[in-house]
């Protein structure tokens, strides 16, 4: 099955700061606060773990104005959507500004992807964060590719399409600032259920919890 829950939280970057890296196979995030009406969001953006073999990719690219849908004009909160194509939700592959989106995808470290990231997340800006809400408190995760994880990891059973994270902050034209991440060992090409394609089909797991 795809995500528990999945959606759009709209608000304005209050400020970001990194993870501590330490040697205790701790996670590293870039963790984004986000100022919403019920209070300060913490969005805490995978860009994998210090000691990882597992390498992360990222993308960032601009959307142009109107390219982005729906989500653009919410109000600000968090926002349930859909997994399908017209409710706003983002699918890497399958979403026309994301497939025809600039930039190819770049691979490097942990801290080249936080490199990639934080120019983005000026104060102030208004930021829509993609991903799953926390089951406890205010924040999101799973802000990256939710498709493609390899059969027999254990994230095979929350692959599913329209459903992938993203970090997106408005432009003074309208458009977005746009920084998308994947894991090596997920797969660019999948079914209908977000499982790679038998092509890719191969044992192996990221080194992340979702």
Not at 50 to 79: C, D, E, N
Not at 169 to 188: H, K, N
Request: charge should be negative; proline fraction near 8%.
């Amino acid at each position: 099955m795809p995500l528990d829950r999945y959606g759009v939280l709209v608000g304005t970057v209050r400020r970001h700061y990194r993870d501590r890296p330490d040697t205790q196979g701790r996670w590293f995030h870039v963790n984004i606060e986000v100022s919403a009406p019920l209070g300060v969001h913490r969005c805490a953006v995978d860009v994998d773990s210090k000691q990882s073999a597992t390498g992360v990719r990222w993308r960032a690219f601009t959307i142009a104005p109107g390219a982005l849908g729906p989500p653009a004009h919410l109000a600000a909160g968090f926002h349930e959507l859909a997994r399908d194509r017209n409710s706003g939700a983002l699918d890497y592959y399958r979403h026309p500004a994301f497939v025809e989106g600039e930039g190819s995808w770049v691979s490097g470290t942990n801290l080249d992807a936080a490199r990639a990231l934080e120019p983005l997340l000026t104060p102030g800006r208004r930021v829509l964060i993609f991903g799953e809400p926390f089951d406890e408190g205010l924040g999101v995760h799973n802000i990256h590719q939710n498709q493609g994880d390899p059969y027999g990891s254990q994230w095979w059973d929350e692959n599913g399409i329209w459903q992938d994270g993203a970090t997106l902050t408005e432009r003074p034209d309208g458009g977005f600032d746009v920084f998308v991440s994947r894991f090596s060992t997920q797969s660019d090409r999948t079914d209908e259920e977000g499982h790679p394609v038998p092509s890719d089909l191969r044992p192996a797991g990221r080194s992340l919890p979702g």
